[in-house]
């Protein structure tokens, strides 16, 4: 029986004997509840593998074909959500295309539009992961002969942005309350969007003052612990009790996009410019080495997988230096004049 139903999933699941260069039966969903489509499906997989079984014909494989199998084999990966978004995005460039035509003007093209308000990092993180399906379809699919080079932009240590004090009052004070107390948080707390938005109450323990977020939550792959300043719990007090699970919500449902209308316009009124929401992470990091907070605290403080994440903020403060400095005019008996 080569169509069946599993009893965690809606749709039908196909199984065909392993064929030549292959060791095991291979499993996939059909994607589809249709049992005449599953059923279409079934019967073109299972000529194409007959074909190479039988005739050594390769038969062609499109992009879907390769982010869906990407997708299957690196479900256990932490960063699988990260990945399942970037695909999305890929969609409307890449989707219905032979992987033999995602050639390097076409992957030029994509880095093009991908780089439109975006940070080199971010640019390269989306075609690194280009590069990952492509290879492993060439090396270990077995789908391509040879792939393309990708390009990837030149990072210069990454781009910082924070406001002044005076800034993020103007800010605050033309921002909805729901993105206002968002903002807030962010500031006080140097936690990224995605940590905010998806941020619920079992998270936090208001007597103890702080909260936790998993692993699996947060980017560098290790559980962090974040202490809450007053301004972190002020936003919390205004918001306990209006919703069950969510701290940030509006309207009674979880915030999960922050680059509104309502923000891009609040920016404007507030007269900021060259700002994005993650910025608020650089505020927090600015304005704590402006307060004389060390590096080893701030990288504990906001997550920072290594030191030289937290160095690029080290010109911001070099005033914190100056103690250090001055212990040689103290074991020469120099004087400031």
């Known amino acids: 029986m080569t169509l069946y139903k599993r009893s965690n999933s809606p749709y039908w699941w196909m199984k065909f004997a392993?064929?030549?260069g292959e060791i095991k039966p291979l499993y996939r969903s059909t994607g589809t509840s249709n049992k005449r489509d599953a059923q279409r499906l079934h019967d073109k997989l299972q000529a194409e593998r007959w074909q190479v079984d039988r005739l050594g014909v390769r038969p062609e494989k499109t992009w879907d074909d390769a982010a869906a199998r990407w997708l299957d084999e690196t479900s256990h990966k932490r960063t699988h959500a990260w990945d399942i978004s970037m695909l999305k995005w890929f969609a409307p460039y890449l989707s219905g295309k032979a992987l033999n035509d995602v050639d390097r003007e076409t992957l030029e093209r994509v880095?093009?539009?991908r780089a439109k308000g975006a940070a080199p990092a971010t640019v390269n993180r989306y075609m690194a992961l280009v590069r990952a399906i492509l290879r492993r379809a060439r090396d270990d699919w077995?789908?391509?002969d040879r792939i393309p080079k990708v390009s990837m932009l030149r990072d210069r240590g990454g781009r910082i942005r924070s406001l002044t004090r005076e800034e993020f009052v103007r800010l605050l004070g033309e921002l909805p309350q729901h993105l206002r107390d968002m903002a807030e948080f962010s500031v006080a707390t140097g936690l990224r969007q995605g940590n905010v938005t998806r941020l619920q109450w079992k998270q936090i323990s208001l007597e103890r003052q702080h909260l936790w977020i998993a692993a699996d939550q947060h980017k560098n792959g290790h559980a962090h612990a974040v202490p809450l300043n007053a301004m972190a719990m002020a936003v919390l007090e205004r918001r306990k009790g209006d919703h069950?699970?969510?701290v940030f919500t509006y309207e009674g449902e979880p915030i999960v996009q922050v680059n509104t209308k309502a923000w891009r316009s609040a920016l404007?009124?507030?007269g900021i410019e060259n700002f994005r929401w993650h910025d608020l992470?650089?505020?927090?990091?600015?304005?704590h080495r402006e307060a004389g907070t060390p590096t080893w605290e701030l990288q504990r403080l906001g997550g920072w997988k290594t030191q030289s994440m937290v160095d690029r903020y080290a010109h911001v403060a070099p005033e914190g230096?100056?103690?250090a400095a001055s212990r040689l005019d103290n074991l020469l008996g120099v004087t400031r004049r």
């Open 281 to 287: 992470r650089h505020t927090f990091a600015t304005w």
């Open 268 to 270: 404007k009124r507030a």
């Open 244 to 246: 069950r699970t969510h």
């Open 142 to 144: 077995e789908w391509l």
């Open 321 to 323: 230096l100056q103690l």
């Open 111 to 113: 880095r093009q539009m």
């Open 18 to 20: 392993p064929i030549r």
